[in-house]
C-alpha cells in the first residue's frame, strides 16, 4: 500500500508513520473479548511509564474521545462538594477549561493572566492564600494556541503546599517534552492518542493518583458519560471500558507507543528540538517575528506574527501549502494576528527544509516582499 506522506505543522493531529495507520487493519474483534482487554491492560501501563508514574500510585484511565473529554472528565469529577477550581488561565485551552467550569456550574476563580508570559506561581500562591476551598489547581503546560510554556512544578509546588491537587492539561507536551509526574507535582495529566505518541484520533486518556481517583466516588456526580470515577472502577473490575471503544484507534496507539520506546523519550525529545530549531532558522531567514519570547516557548509551537505587508493572504498561502502537501495552521490570539508551525509528530528536519522552499515559493507567489516587513521597529 502507497499512503501519501502529508507533512502536519498544524498542532496536532500529527503526520504518522506508515506502521502506525497500518497497525488499524486487523481481523474484526469484538472489544468485549479477553484479547482486547489484555492489550488495553498494557497500553494502560504502558502510558504511565512515559510520564514516570509509580504504578499503582497512579493509573490511567482510557476514554473515546477528543482531547477536550479529559479536561472535562478531569474538572467534573475531582471537585468535592464545597470546594473550588482555580484555573491558571493565560491562554485558549485554560480559557477552555474555565468554560467547562461554567458550563457544569463548577465554583472556580478564573485568573486570567498575560498571554505572552509564563504563569507567575506567587500570583497563585496568593490566591490560594485567600482562598483556602480551592480543591483544584488547574493549568496547561504548553498552550498550543501560542506555544508558551507554563511552570508547571512551580504551580504545582504552591497547589500542594494549599493541599489541593494540581490537574495538568498536557495535551500538547506529553510523549514530546519530557514529563515526570512526581518531579513536576503532578496529580492528573492528560493526552489524546493523535499528539504525542503519533497515532490516531479519538483514543484520549487520564493518568492520575488512584488515590484521589477512589476518593472521587463520594463526590457530586456531574456526569454520566463523563465520570473519571465510573470509567475507572469500570477498568478494575473488567478491564474494558465502560461503552464501546474506539478498538482500531486503540491498536494504532499501541504500534505508536511501540515507536515511541523504540525511539525513546530523549532521542524522541532531541528530534522535536531539531525540528523546532529548523521553524525557526527558516522563519528568521523570511524576517519573521515570534508572538513569544524564545526563552519562553515549549519547543514545539511557534507562532509568528502576520507581517504588514498588503500581500500577505494567510489563506491563499495555506492553500499554496496544502496542495503541495504541508498544512499550516492559522493562530489562536485575539488581539493579535498570527499563524503557528508546529513540531510535533513523526517528521524531522528535512521536512522542514521542504516546507520552507514551498512556503518561500508561495510568498513569492502572492508578492509577499522577503524578508518580511513590520511597521513598527523591532
Ligand atoms: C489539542 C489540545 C487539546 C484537545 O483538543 P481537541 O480538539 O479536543 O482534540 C486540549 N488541550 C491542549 C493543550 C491541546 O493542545
Redesign the pocket.
Known amino acids: 500500500m502507497n499512503i501519501k506522506r502529508n507533512i502536519l505543522l498544524n498542532?496536532?493531529p500529527s503526520t504518522t508513520t506508515d506502521t502506525v495507520k497500518l497497525a488499524q487493519v486487523v481481523p474484526d474483534i469484538c472489544p468485549r473479548e479477553r484479547e482486547f482487554a489484555s492489550l488495553m491492560g498494557t497500553l494502560r501501563s504502558d502510558l504511565l511509564r512515559i510520564v514516570h508514574a509509580p504504578e499503582g500510585e497512579f493509573t490511567s484511565v482510557l476514554f473515546c474521545?477528543?482531547?477536550?473529554?479529559?479536561?472535562d472528565v478531569c474538572l467534573n469529577s475531582l471537585l468535592p462538594a464545597e470546594k473550588k477550581i482555580l484555573i491558571v488561565n493565560n491562554g485558549a485551552?485554560s480559557t477552555?477549561a474555565a468554560e467547562i467550569c461554567e458550563y457544569y456550574g463548577l465554583p472556580h476563580i478564573n485568573l486570567r493572566l498575560p498571554i505572552d508570559t509564563p504563569a507567575d506561581p506567587g500570583a497563585v500562591e496568593k490566591i490560594l492564600a485567600d482562598n483556602p476551598d480551592i480543591a483544584i489547581v488547574h493549568t496547561?503546560?504548553?498552550?498550543?494556541g501560542t506555544g508558551l510554556l507554563n511552570p508547571i512544578k512551580e504551580i504545582g509546588a504552591a497547589a500542594h503546599r494549599h493541599g489541593a491537587i494540581f490537574t495538568v492539561?498536557?495535551?500538547?507536551t506529553l510523549a514530546m517534552r519530557p514529563i515526570d509526574v512526581i518531579r513536576d507535582n503532578i496529580d492528573f495529566c492528560m493526552a489524546?492518542a493523535?499528539?504525542g505518541i503519533m497515532a490516531m484520533?479519538g483514543l484520549?486518556f487520564i493518568i492520575g493518583r488512584t488515590a484521589e481517583i477512589v476518593k472521587s466516588k463520594d463526590y457530586p456526580r456531574r456526569s454520566y458519560y463523563c465520570n473519571l470515577f465510573l470509567q475507572y472502577d469500570y477498568f478494575e473490575k473488567t478491564g474494558q471500558m465502560h461503552f464501546t471503544p474506539p478498538v482500531q484507534t486503540i491498536y494504532a496507539a499501541i504500534q505508536g507507543l511501540r515507536e515511541y520506546f523504540a525511539e525513546g523519550e530523549e532521542a524522541k525529545w532531541a528530534r522535536h528540538t531539531r525540528v523546532f530549531n529548523a521553524i525557526h532558522e527558516g522563519l528568521d531567514a523570511l524576517g519573521f517575528r515570534d508572538l513569544i519570547r524564545r526563552e519562553w516557548q515549549s519547543g514545539l509551537v511557534v507562532s509568528p506574527i502576520y507581517p504588514d505587508d498588503p500581500n500577505w493572504d494567510f489563506g491563499r498561502i495555506h492553500d499554496y501549502c496544502y496542495e503541495r502537501g504541508f498544512t499550516i495552521y492559522p493562530g489562536k490570539v485575539s488581539d493579535t494576528d498570527t499563524f503557528r508551525l508546529c513540531a510535533l509528530g513523526a517528521i524531522d528536519e528535512k521536512d522542514i527544509h521542504d516546507f520552507f522552499r514551498v512556503f518561500r515559493a508561495a510568498l513569492d507567489d502572492c508578492g509577499v516582499a522577503v524578508p518580511v516587513r513590520y511597521k513598527e521597529a523591532k
Open positions: 498542532p496536532g474521545g477528543s482531547g477536550t473529554l479529559n479536561i485551552y477552555r496547561t503546560h504548553n498552550e498550543t492539561d498536557t495535551t500538547s489524546s493523535q499528539k484520533t484520549s
